[in-house]
């Protein structure tokens, strides 16, 4: 058995003069003070790699920095999935019995410690090294044709994107530590500059700074006991132009193997926290994983489907595109949100009743994938 003991997120947007470091130490500590541990009960950490401190050895610079005492220590790294990914292995140390708590931690100064260019840069790194990125491609190009391809298949329109952009700003409004949180309409993220055809900026997450953490441990250390009932990974490919055939292929395999493992099917989740880099990545992942019908996620979010009052509400702080985006931090965001949700802290944005969550993330474009089903129990 595992649980999601400790929770914690700082807000996202702008944290001049602090570095990755410090930002992480700080959802560290908050994060121990949520699951009611000291410091020394933490044997395990796994810690985000951040691109404006591209140390080797994050793990044992974090464990330095918190005065850790570990019996297992490392960097994860595969983009996006990050976070997602650190938390299966966090429950795999448990269930091995090399730990008993994992502290999972992220976080990053993206927006005030590098440049928007070197950002875009060093992301885009992710392409083949010579066949795209020496073309020139960036993040979003490479988004940009995945969405080109989604709204052909589909037949979903830019609008249709649109609206799932509109309902992450009503959510992040809700929260005091989103980065975004001006009102939102279909036509403004329509109206707004042209990125890479068929993406606009508004079709885009922000660059932020920000961390955030999730303790692991091997029982609840609180009264709501939020266990990690099912987990799966797919890793897939790693360059556009080796895509699969079918732009869902690691959601899908990741999601069944979650899913299986859990004794549960989609339709038993009613809550969701869906990484959501564009907003074709987020309508993508809600059609495949069967919580929307093909082409029709856009349309879901308009009739108000996934609102905080629908049937099925999704990233209720805001998600990547209006919380905010600094790197690894980002999906433990979503994390952090569902588990609040789940046990009933969410205070304004707090939904009916939420026993059961799947939360997904992918890194690179579509490449990896990790995703899994969180239950209270208590």
């Given at each position: 058995m595992a649980y999601l003991s400790g929770i914690a997120v700082t807000a996202f947007?702008?944290?001049?003069?602090?570095?990755?470091?410090?930002?992480?130490?700080?959802?560290?500590?908050?994060?121990?003070?949520?699951?009611?541990?000291?410091?020394?009960?933490?044997?395990?950490?796994?810690?985000?790699?951040?691109?404006?401190?591209?140390?080797?050895?994050?793990?044992?610079?974090?464990?330095?920095?918190?005065?850790?005492?570990?019996?297992?220590?490392?960097?994860?790294?595969?983009?996006?999935?990050?976070?997602?990914?650190?938390?299966?292995?966090?429950?795999?140390?448990?269930?091995?019995?090399?730990?008993?708590?994992?502290?999972?931690?992220?976080?990053?100064?993206?927006?005030?410690?590098?440049?928007?260019?070197?950002?875009?840069?060093?992301?885009?790194?992710?392409?083949?090294?010579?066949?795209?990125?020496?073309?020139?491609?960036?993040?979003?190009?490479?988004?940009?044709?995945?969405?080109?391809?989604?709204?052909?298949?589909?037949?979903?329109?830019?609008?249709?994107?649109?609206?799932?952009?509109?309902?992450?700003?009503?959510?992040?409004?809700?929260?005091?530590?989103?980065?975004?949180?001006?009102?939102?309409?279909?036509?403004?993220?329509?109206?707004?500059?042209?990125?890479?055809?068929?993406?606009?900026?508004?079709?885009?997450?922000?660059?932020?700074?920000?961390?955030?953490?999730?303790?692991?441990?091997?029982?609840?250390?609180?009264?709501?006991a939020i266990r990690l009932a099912g987990w799966g990974e797919a890793h897939t490919h790693q360059h556009v132009s080796e895509m699969p055939d079918d732009l869902g292929l690691g959601a899908k395999i990741a999601a069944a193997q979650a899913f299986a493992t859990a004794g549960r099917q989609a339709e038993d989740m009613r809550l969701l926290g869906l990484y959501d880099s564009f907003t074709p990545t987020l309508a993508i992942f809600l059609e495949v994983l069967g919580f929307a019908k093909p082409g029709e996620a856009g349309a879901a979010a308009r009739e108000g489907r996934f609102s905080r009052d629908g049937a099925l509400p999704l990233n209720l702080h805001g998600g990547l595109m209006s919380y905010g985006h600094p790197g690894v931090a980002g999906f433990l965001a979503h994390v952090v949100e569902v588990v609040r949700q789940m046990r009933g802290a969410a205070g304004q944005r707090q939904v009916r009743d939420a026993p059961l969550a799947y939360c997904h993330a992918d890194g690179g474009v579509f490449s990896s994938h990790a995703g899994f089903v969180l239950e209270r129990v208590a």
């Amino acid at each position: 058995m595992a649980y999601l003991s400790g929770i914690a997120v700082t807000a996202f947007g702008k944290h001049p003069g602090r570095g990755p470091v410090a930002l992480m130490e700080e959802a560290a500590l908050a994060a121990l003070a949520d699951a009611g541990l000291p410091r020394q009960a933490v044997d395990g950490l796994i810690a985000g790699y951040a691109t404006t401190y591209p140390h080797l050895m994050m793990g044992t610079v974090m464990a330095e920095r918190l005065s850790l005492r570990l019996r297992h220590a490392h960097q994860a790294q595969v983009g996006g999935a990050t976070g997602a990914a650190a938390i299966i292995l966090a429950r795999h140390l448990i269930a091995a019995g090399a730990c008993r708590h994992v502290l999972v931690v992220g976080g990053e100064n993206r927006l005030t410690g590098q440049s928007r260019d070197d950002a875009l840069k060093i992301l885009a790194g992710v392409g083949h090294p010579v066949h795209e990125v020496p073309l020139g491609a960036s993040i979003p190009a490479y988004y940009a044709l995945v969405a080109a391809r989604y709204l052909h298949e589909t037949g979903a329109s830019e609008a249709d994107l649109a609206e799932l952009a509109v309902l992450m700003r009503r959510h992040a409004a809700a929260h005091p530590g989103a980065q975004l949180t001006k009102p939102l309409t279909v036509a403004e993220v329509l109206a707004s500059k042209p990125i890479a055809t068929p993406l606009k900026f508004l079709d885009c997450c922000p660059i932020s700074d920000g961390a955030a953490a999730v303790i692991v441990s091997a029982e609840p250390t609180g009264a709501a006991a939020i266990r990690l009932a099912g987990w799966g990974e797919a890793h897939t490919h790693q360059h556009v132009s080796e895509m699969p055939d079918d732009l869902g292929l690691g959601a899908k395999i990741a999601a069944a193997q979650a899913f299986a493992t859990a004794g549960r099917q989609a339709e038993d989740m009613r809550l969701l926290g869906l990484y959501d880099s564009f907003t074709p990545t987020l309508a993508i992942f809600l059609e495949v994983l069967g919580f929307a019908k093909p082409g029709e996620a856009g349309a879901a979010a308009r009739e108000g489907r996934f609102s905080r009052d629908g049937a099925l509400p999704l990233n209720l702080h805001g998600g990547l595109m209006s919380y905010g985006h600094p790197g690894v931090a980002g999906f433990l965001a979503h994390v952090v949100e569902v588990v609040r949700q789940m046990r009933g802290a969410a205070g304004q944005r707090q939904v009916r009743d939420a026993p059961l969550a799947y939360c997904h993330a992918d890194g690179g474009v579509f490449s990896s994938h990790a995703g899994f089903v969180l239950e209270r129990v208590a």
